[in-house]
């Protein structure tokens, strides 16, 4: 699905050097490194804060901490994304409100999200799934009418852009009160093992975040309050620091590829390609596809024989994400019955991503689309 050797050849001798610096300098955890990335990422994304954390579940975990939440608060997010989300929201003792999605965008839908408001309501946590911004104009406009926060997962979405109809432009992340992100090494922007990040423009959330990310701790070995311990590693950092110029060219090379992909797959009568925001644009964390299976037969028992012959063909091909939260084990309860959230449903039945990273090659673009339709006849 990714091809991260290829990356790294290209940009060898700086992450080379950049990790050669950390090891001589023995400075692995909270060197200068990682605050020089910090800045550098704030004043790339427009935003006043950064704060590197240990992985983007952490990013969010401390995000909803720092809000002052009781038990049993609810926070509103969408059932058809990864789960870290509802994870983090459900390990706080918080209620995780699951809702459904936009069947065209993959991403929350806002009136799911009023309907779901309650007094117990506090927050919102928005998914740019797969590389697109969630609708930030009216999911904002909820949120100042009902006083609540939001917390993007920008996990996917890093270097997306975000213009409302007032003309504001915004990067993923840089929009709600609080935005977290990945560096996960298949991530768009990605570390050479784990890492995350924390974006604010509020500078108390701002203060509050570092403290509980570094056990609750302003002044040393005292501790105000409960946190964590979660911190990015100066080697990641050095990793992040040498990619970081190339992110608009890497999106580049990922929208390129979906430009290919969309002239080959759009007027496929079983495929529907993704479908594009007209206030965001669309980094491309993910190509995900939409099958339409022939009559009676099964959506999910279809779209899984397609991806097992485009494996046997030497095409890597995923299902993000195969089952919605709400119809999870761990996430059952009586409100999210199947059959509740029919968007989150189907898509997890029809979706298909395929290969999608900085270095697709004109002709394994043709392989792969001449191979799908080939497939689907
Ligand atoms: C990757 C991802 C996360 C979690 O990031 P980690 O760094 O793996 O903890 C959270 N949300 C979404 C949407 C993601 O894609």
Same mark, same amino acid.
């Given at each position: 699905m990714v091809d991260l050797q290829t990356q790294y050849q290209q940009i060898k001798a700086d992450i080379d050097r950049g990790i050669q610096e950390v090891i001589d300098s023995a400075s692995f955890v909270k060197g200068q490194v990682v605050k020089d990335f910090e800045s550098e990422l704030a004043s790339y994304l427009g935003v006043k804060h950064v704060i590197a954390v240990g992985n983007g579940t952490d990013a969010l975990q401390i995000a909803l901490m720092s809000l002052g939440l009781q038990p049993g608060?609810?926070?509103?997010?969408?059932?058809?994304?990864?789960?870290?989300?509802?994870? +983090? $929201?459900?390990? %706080? /003792?918080?209620?995780?409100?699951?809702?459904?999605?936009?069947?065209?965008?993959?991403?929350?839908?806002? #009136?799911?999200?009023?309907?779901?408001i309650t007094p117990k309501t506090k927050a919102i946590v928005p998914v740019h799934l797969f590389g697109q911004c969630a609708n930030m104009e009216e999911i904002m406009a909820i949120a100042r009418e009902h006083h609540l926060y939001v917390v993007e997962d920008a996990c996917q979405a890093i270097d997306s852009t975000y213009t409302f109809t007032n003309g504001e432009v915004r990067k993923a992340g840089c929009i709600g009160d609080i935005g977290c992100t990945s560096f996960f090494p298949s991530k768009n922007l990605g570390c050479y093992g784990d890492g995350g990040a924390i974006f604010t423009n509020n500078d108390a959330l701002a203060s509050q975040m570092r403290a509980i990310a570094n056990h609750g %701790? +302003?002044?040393?070995?005292?501790?105000? %309050?409960?946190?964590?311990?979660?911190?990015? =590693?100066?080697?990641?950092? $050095?990793?992040? /620091?040498?990619?970081?110029? !190339?992110?608009?060219?890497?999106? #580049?090379? /990922?929208? #390129? $590829?979906?430009?290919?992909? =969309?002239?080959?797959?759009?007027? !496929?009568? /079983?495929?529907?390609?993704?479908?594009?925001?007209?206030?965001s644009t669309h980094v491309f964390h993910q190509y995900t596809l939409r099958l339409v299976a022939p009559d009676g037969i099964d959506a999910a028992t279809y779209r899984d024989g397609v991806r097992e012959q485009l494996i046997s063909r030497g095409i890597p091909a995923m299902v993000y994400y195969p089952v919605p939260i709400h119809l999870q084990k761990a996430y059952k309860s009586e409100r999210h019955a199947e059959g509740s959230l029919p968007n989150a449903e189907r898509l997890a039945n029809c979706v298909l991503s395929i290969p999608m990273h900085t270095c697709l090659e004109p002709q394994q673009i043709d392989f792969i689309t001449s191979n799908l339709l080939e497939i689907l006849g």
């Open positions: 608060d609810e926070v509103i997010t969408p059932s058809f994304t990864f789960i870290a989300t509802a994870e +983090v $929201a459900a390990l %706080m /003792r918080y209620k995780p409100i699951l809702v459904d999605v936009d069947f065209e965008t993959f991403n929350i839908d806002p #009136a799911a999200i009023r309907k779901a %701790m +302003v002044v040393r070995y005292h501790h105000d %309050m409960v946190g964590v311990n979660s911190r990015l =590693d100066s080697i990641q950092a $050095a990793v992040l /620091r040498a990619k970081l110029p !190339h992110l608009s060219e890497y999106t #580049a090379a /990922r929208q #390129a $590829a979906a430009a290919a992909y =969309d002239r080959a797959f759009a007027h !496929h009568p /079983r495929l529907l390609i993704p479908a594009r925001d007209s206030q």
